[in-house]
């Protein structure tokens, strides 16, 4: 079973930016697709961002689109997430997960493995 830890979160000023990383150990054959996924007080956990096996195809949510990017490195068993010009309303806990289906995952249900999650906050 494939344990996944988030790294990299913390406090940034609006406007700033942060990445994140998890890397995944223990057995990670067959794990294919990678994405990260968000959960604000109060709210539903949300989907932020999803990556394909290798690489060369991403998709983001509205909110996402234009300041994240969501990159791997396979060699590595990591996958990241670049946040630009934060927002306060991107402050959350992030949780990265990883799938043995394929292609583009969007569904939190799509994922097998999940991170504990890693606290992001944007002040004002």
């Known amino acids: 079973q494939a344990q996944l830890v988030e790294s990299g979160g913390g406090l940034v000023q609006a406007g700033g930016s942060l990445r994140l990383s998890c890397e995944a150990s223990?057995?990670?054959?067959?794990?294919?697709?990678r994405g990260w996924f968000r959960q604000a007080l109060g709210k539903e956990r949300e989907f932020v961002a999803s990556i394909n096996w290798s690489g060369d195809t991403t998709y983001y949510s509205d909110s996402a689109k234009g300041r994240f990017t969501i990159s791997r490195d396979n060699a590595k068993n990591t996958v990241y997430l670049q946040m630009n010009s934060l927002k306060p309303e991107d402050t959350a806990v992030y949780y990265c997960?990883?799938?043995?289906?394929?292609?583009?995952?969007?569904?939190?249900?799509?994922?097998?493995?999940w991170g504990r999650g890693a606290q992001v906050t944007v002040s004002s």
């Open positions: 997960a990883a799938t043995l289906r394929g292609g583009i995952r969007v569904y939190e249900s799509d994922y097998a493995y």
């Open positions: 223990g057995p990670t054959f067959g794990v294919s697709a």
